[in-house]
């Protein structure tokens, strides 16, 4: 079977199905995996819907654009046009998220105008001739049975008039005939990639070809219009007439579903800021696709319920009954769990742990207690975030800093009392009346369960306060007015004399914004707890990055590398770690492979295979005459395995020998 | 601009004080010097005269031993950046006679007539202006090494200047390197703890490596009989770890089976044959499947595909023939050409979702068969469908290079290491590797006994077309073998006769065109026209007595896959007519 090329599997007939049954008697580290397993597809599809949304939000308004472009084109084909309607799609440097845009685009298109939508991409158009053959297929949705290269043979698709080449554009006019379609899109989905010779022959060939049918072109750009542009010759670019439509970037969109998912209020499940660290820079510096950060998302949510035995106590309405009693002895061996009952026992309430440690129903009581309380800590953390961020904005402080950030920090617990905050609390405290109303009815939006402030009252306060002036009111705090006074060259009685007259009405404000400003801090100072602190943030949280990274970022030529340099490490056997308590020296228990391979790393680009076989036979062989051949078959097998895995590569520099292509640590 | 201002101060106070001799003179030269430098405001000119200067060796001895404490590097570096308009006020140096005296007698004087000379008479080529920046660049590089030596003489400020450096040729100076900077002695071991990239350029150094000009006897050398039968009576020493490895990877299955329904694909890396584990996870799987809805207690069973990519020939089509039996039905008419059967395939299994998704095992997914251009997009494609659970395992070290972030996307991939070391058996055929890594795929007919059986087989004309084709290769390789001779030397270390280092031929022009050939057989009358030259051919080509290549210019080369002494040996025989 193993040289057979491809086949379908058929299991052996002599089954032993009896190792299999032995194991059920034994403990079953999966338990309840199927209730956990249930949770988190619960709560993986609401996450899913709320991504769903947002991807959907994220690039409607684009779409719309270039819709309500291509109908509008549509609509004035009446009368003749001297250049083909363009639209120059700048979609940004992210090539993965190309793809799918370009599908969620062809479908609202086809949804909303009557017309024919293609996408030709660089891979399948090589030349005009196979970029037309595509085109006619995809327009016209002719499926070609036959499948001999009859390039250039005249198909019979046309009773009437000569005959036409497959890859004529009369078959494009004879279907819009029949069909009617308002206008042929045609979508270059990686413009940059397609030879620019191409790209001037299509446009010349679409445009001699616009009398007849409704060319629209869309050209997916990566760098920036201008360099299309650049690309184009002057000829060309006359034939087309264009506008420029912005995607959303993909960081942005990034930003949005962090928002959705992550920092969300209604998460039951949330991911620790190391995990989100690493997710959020990862998208920052490798891949910046959408889709990549939904599947760590997801495999985080996978791995949390997959291999976390409490945390099937996420599921909605649990009952006593339910579970299994290694749930409640998971429980109690969680760290947050100590931490919580030593603190009790310090406080001097030994019974109630002993309670805890003895019955699993009290234990089950304080579990659904503290997760829906922890559950709101976090939603309230989650929610000052939002808030936080939402000061900032509505007061445009600067540098802004993105909602995914101030999250993270948030979540590792060290946004309280940081420069972040306190520098925003400055500024409240600071704030003219004018920015005051922005500020509040941005945080309007903001209000909800977990925001306790009474933003109405001081909302009234306000307004009438503001009745009766025309100039923004100030703080006592604000700089402006001292700063006023020492431009004038005045004395200081001056400036002791302004400070005095305060007026009323600046006062009673001083005080609106005082009261506002503490308010606040309090509610920040609340909310901004460190959630690793909480009695079951193991539960509520997730934060391993261990198979996370492994499975996302693999390494795997470290893996190979670190196999064959030091095959100890993954075989853990007591013969191979060294000679005579130098575990540098070789010996001769390795796998033949990995010697071969310490002495390929020993040397230069050039290997005499020769020389490397003595050395070889000096270390592995037994200086038996008889045994040689068994040496040489082991290191002729070292050596193909080398060359198979991608190491060595044949020389012709000089007889005999190999070269090295590889470097270590590389 | 600052640097120039306050130059001139000085000067101005030097006119009022001229006890500074000796800071005078060192202002003095390059005064002079501007006025040159403003009539020629090219960046020739500049270098030129940066070269000239930069010298540190020469002037600076010089000036060193006329004003003595003076004499730092660091007033020559002034003159470069002095600016011609500033100095235009300073036309006559306004020093006494015997100053200009010494400064004319100074170096650094000659050295900018010299260069007023060269920019007057124009002479200053392209080609001199370069070279004098080869020098320069020298300098500089050579700087460090010469630091040494600079430190000792100028302590005694007697030491005697060696000439300008306009006299010296090209390259660095004979003596640098090896007296400033005592040469490291060459060890055989690399030194440790080198930074990855420095190892890099350790490794690539120019003329690094030396090797010795042994070679393995062609005895040594097992073929595929001996090998196996070496192999048979070996026992792997550490069979009990290699199989803890592979049970530890087994408990790992139902987690890879849970990713998988979660729409995840799976790649398996990591050093030693994964055939073990996927195989297993195949069992593993379909005994699930078997056990779960649409099997259970029917007769029909589960189909999970099974892709050896390492096997010879592997083609996306037959990957897509297989994956369409499994799914559809047997009567449909299947598209033949392998892109148009994938969107087959995929419009198929979207209109006709199974119950569960097909389980495609791919082994070496990277393997030189599927690597090329069309194939790691097209199974993207496939791993992309909902309804395909791809599980492929990844041998080679750089194999994510094969992907683009795009294509990466598509796969939905979750890696996961699965080192087992176990051996390569059904991946590699080990002796052909060796043979082919160190050239001697001439083994695998058999050796020359072999190329004898054959040709007795096949008739006169083709034993004729063999001998011209071996007598013109080492024809050519005599040729070829005069540009060569540093490897005809025979070593010291060779040992018998069949340790003579064999007369190596550039790539290039390995081997016989297939024009000339054609010609000497038409000529040899060994066959009449192409066709009867082509079935002769095709005849050796099937039994791999020769082999074809395209060269870099496009023409086809044909050559006898032998090393010299055994086309020696095949020569005498067909001389002899021993066939």
Redesign the interface.
């Given at each position: 079977m193993e040289h057979q090329r491809c086949y379908i599997y058929e299991p052996p007939e002599t089954e032993e199905r009896a190792p299999k049954r032995q194991r059920t008697g034994k403990f079953n580290p999966q338990a309840q995996l199927s209730e956990r397993l249930q949770t988190y597809r619960d709560i993986w599809a609401q996450q899913e819907e709320r991504i769903q949304d947002t991807l959907e939000g994220a690039d409607s308004a684009t779409q719309d654009k270039i819709v309500n472009f291509i109908s509008a084109s549509a609509s004035s084909s009446g009368e003749t046009q001297f250049a083909i309607p363009t639209a120059l799609i700048v979609a940004g440097p992210s090539i993965a998220s190309h793809g799918p845009f370009f599908e969620r685009l062809g479908r609202s298109i086809t949804d909303d105008t009557n017309s024919v939508y293609v996408v030709l991409t660089s891979g399948e158009c090589p030349n005009l001739k196979t970029l037309l053959k595509n085109l006619i297929k995809k327009v016209t949705s002719r499926v070609e049975d036959e499948d001999e290269d009859d390039v250039d043979r005249p198909s019979v698709s046309s009773r009437y008039g000569p005959k036409l080449l497959n890859y004529d554009l009369g078959h494009v006019q004879e279907w819009q005939k029949k069909t009617c379609a308002a206008s042929i899109v045609v979508a270059l989905q990686d413009s940059e990639a397609f030879d620019l010779g191409l790209l001037v022959d299509m446009v010349d060939l679409f445009h001699s070809w616009l009398d007849r049918l409704p060319f629209v072109l869309l050209f997916g750009i990566a760098t920036s219009a201008e360099s299309f542009e650049e690309r184009l010759a002057g000829n060309s670019l006359r034939y087309l007439e264009g506008e420029k439509f912005d995607v959303t970037q993909s960081d942005e969109i990034i930003e949005k579903l962090f928002t959705a998912t992550v920092a969300n209020t209604d998460a039951r499940l949330r991911i620790g800021p190391n995990l989100c660290h690493r997710m959020l820079d990862r998208q920052k510096d490798h891949v910046q696709n959408t889709q990549d950060f939904c599947d760590g998302l997801k495999y985080a949510y996978m791995s949390h319920f997959y291999a976390s035995v409490p945390s099937v106590f996420l599921k909605d309405g649990i009952a006593f009954e339910d579970l299994a009693a290694d749930a409640f002895e998971a429980v109690r061996n969680l760290p947050s769990f100590r931490r919580w009952v030593e603190e009790k026992l310090e406080d001097g309430q030994a019974q109630d742990v002993r309670q805890l440690l003895d019955s699993n129903e009290s234990l089950f009581d304080q579990i659904t207690q503290h997760i829906k309380s922890g559950q709101q800590a976090l939603s309230n953390l989650s929610h000052s975030t939002h808030v936080l961020a939402g000061i900032r904005e509505a007061l445009r402080m600067s540098p802004s800093v993105r909602l995914s950030s101030i999250w993270t920090r948030a979540a590792s617990g060290e946004l309280n009392g940081s420069p972040l905050v306190r520098e925003t609390m400055l500024s409240i405290k600071k704030i003219p009346s004018d920015k005051l109303v922005q500020l509040l009815a941005a945080m309007n939006e903001l209000e909800s369960d977990y925001f306790s402030i009474d933003l109405v009252s001081s909302q009234q306060r306000l307004d009438s306060l503001l009745k009766d002036t025309d100039a923004p009111l100030r703080t006592q705090h604000d700089v402006r007015n001292d700063s006023l006074r020492t431009t004038v060259v005045a004395q200081k009685v001056l400036l002791s004399k302004h400070k005095a007259a305060l007026s009323e009405q600046d006062k009673a404000y001083s005080d609106l914004v005082t009261r506002f400003h503490d308010e606040l801090d309090a509610y920040f100072t609340s909310s901004l707890i460190d959630p690793r602190t909480l009695f079951l943030s193991e539960i509520l949280m997730y934060d391993l990055k261990s198979p996370h990274t492994e499975v996302f970022q693999p390494k795997p030529r470290f893996a190979v590398e670190r196999a064959l340099a030091s095959p100890h490490d993954y075989l853990g056997c007591d013969c191979c770690t060294g000679v005579d308590g130098n575990p540098a020296a070789l010996s001769a228990t390795q796998p033949a492979t990995a010697i071969v391979y310490q002495m390929y790393l020993e040397s230069g680009t050039l290997i005499n295979v020769s020389d490397l076989w003595s050395a070889f036979n000096a270390i592995a062989g037994d200086g038996v005459e008889e045994n040689e051949p068994k040496t040489m078959a082991l290191f002729q097998r070292a050596l193909a395995e080398l060359k198979y895995l991608g190491l060595v590569k044949p020389s012709r520099k000089k007889p005999d020998h190999i070269s090295k292509i590889m470097w270590k640590g590389l | 601009m600052v640097g120039t201002k306050r130059r001139r101060d000085e000067d101005d106070t030097d006119e009022g004080t001229p006890r500074k001799l000796r800071a005078r003179i060192t202002d003095e030269a390059p005064d002079e010097l501007g006025p040159l430098e403003a009539q020629t405001p090219s960046r020739k000119g500049r270098t030129q005269h940066l070269a000239e200067n930069g010298t540190p060796r020469s002037i600076l001895k010089k000036t060193g031993l006329i004003d003595g404490v003076h004499g730092t590097p660091k007033s020559t570096r002034r003159l470069v950046f002095e600016t011609p308009t500033k100095s235009a006020n300073h036309e006559t140096p306004n020093g006494t006679p015997t100053i200009v005296r010494n400064a004319d007698r100074s170096a650094r004087r000659k050295s900018n007539r010299r260069i007023l000379e060269r920019t007057l008479n124009g002479a200053g080529s392209d080609e001199e202006a370069t070279e004098d920046e080869d020098i320069l660049a020298e300098h500089i590089l050579g700087e460090e090494a010469e630091d040494l030596e600079q430190a000792g003489e100028d302590s005694t400020h007697e030491v005697p200047v060696p000439d300008t450096p306009s006299k010296r040729g090209r390259g660095r100076p004979k003596g640098s390197g090896k007296v400033g900077r005592p040469r490291k002695a060459r060890s055989?071991?690399?030194p440790a703890e080198l930074p990855?990239?420095e190892?890099?350029f350790w490794?690539?150094r120019p003329g690094?490596?030396k090797?010795?000009?042994?070679?393995?006897s062609a005895q040594?050398?097992?073929n595929h009989d001996?090998?196996f039968?070496?192999?048979q009576?070996?026992e792997?020493?550490?069979a009990?770890?290699?199989h803890?490895?592979q049970e530890l990877h087994g408990r790992a299955y139902?987690?890879w089976m849970?990713?998988l329904d979660?729409g995840?694909n799976i790649c398996l890396?990591?050093?030693?044959s994964k055939?073990v584990i996927t195989e297993r996870f195949?069992?593993h799987l379909?005994?699930h499947l078997l056990e779960s809805a649409p099997y259970q207690g029917t007769k029909k069973t589960p189909?999970?595909?099974?892709?050896?990519g390492y096997?010879a020939?592997?083609t996306m089509k037959?990957?897509l023939?297989?994956i369409a039996?499994?799914m559809v039905p047997a009567g449909l008419k299947m598209?033949?050409?392998p892109a148009?059967l994938l969107d087959f395939l995929l419009d198929h299994l979207s209109t006709h979702p199974s119950a569960h998704p097909l389980p495609v095992?791919l082994n070496s997914i990277d393997s030189p068969y599927l690597r090329k251009s069309p194939a790691p997009?097209m199974l993207a494609r496939l791993a992309a469908h909902p309804s395909i659970n791809l599980v492929c395992t990844?041998?080679?070290?750089?194999?994510?290079l094969l992907w683009?972030?795009?294509l990466?996307?598509q796969y939905?991939l979750?890696?996961?290491?699965a080192?087992t070391?176990a051996?390569?058996?059904?991946?590699?055929?080990?002796?052909e590797?060796?043979n082919?890594?160190?050239?001697r795929s001439g083994r695998r007919v058999g050796g020359r006994d072999g190329v004898g059986f054959v040709l007795r087989s096949l008739p006169e004309q083709a034993r004729g077309l063999f001998r011209i084709l071996v007598m013109e290769q080492m024809a050519l390789s005599l040729i070829e073998g005069a540009d060569f001779e540093q490897?005809d030397e025979p070593t010291a270390t060779a040992k018998s006769k069949k340790m003579v280092?064999?007369k190596?031929?550039?790539?290039s022009s390995q081997g016989v065109e297939y024009r000339v050939l054609y010609h000497k057989a038409v000529e040899a009358f060994v066959c009449t026209s192409e066709v009867s030259f082509r079935t002769l051919l095709k005849e050796f080509h099937d039994h791999q007595m020769i082999e074809s290549r395209k060269d870099a210019m496009g023409t086809e080369r044909l050559w006898v896959p032998f090393?010299q002494e055994e086309l020696e040996g095949l020569a005498e025989d067909l001389a002899r007519e021993a066939f």
């Open positions: - | 055989p071991t690399p990855p990239h190892e890099y490794q690539n690094g490596t090797t010795s000009n042994n070679t393995l040594s050398l097992l001996e090998y039968q070496a192999m009576s070996y792997d020493g550490h009990l770890e290699m803890f490895l139902h987690q849970f990713e979660e995840f890396y990591g050093y030693g055939r195949t069992a379909y005994r189909k999970i595909v099974v892709i050896n096997s020939g592997t037959d990957v023939m297989t039996s499994a598209p033949n050409q148009a095992i997009s990844a041998d080679t070290l750089n194999f994510p683009d972030v795009g990466k996307t939905k979750l890696f996961h290491d080192t070391f051996t390569y058996d059904a991946e590699i055929d080990t002796v590797t060796v082919d890594l160190l050239g490897y280092p064999v190596n031929v550039p790539e090393r």
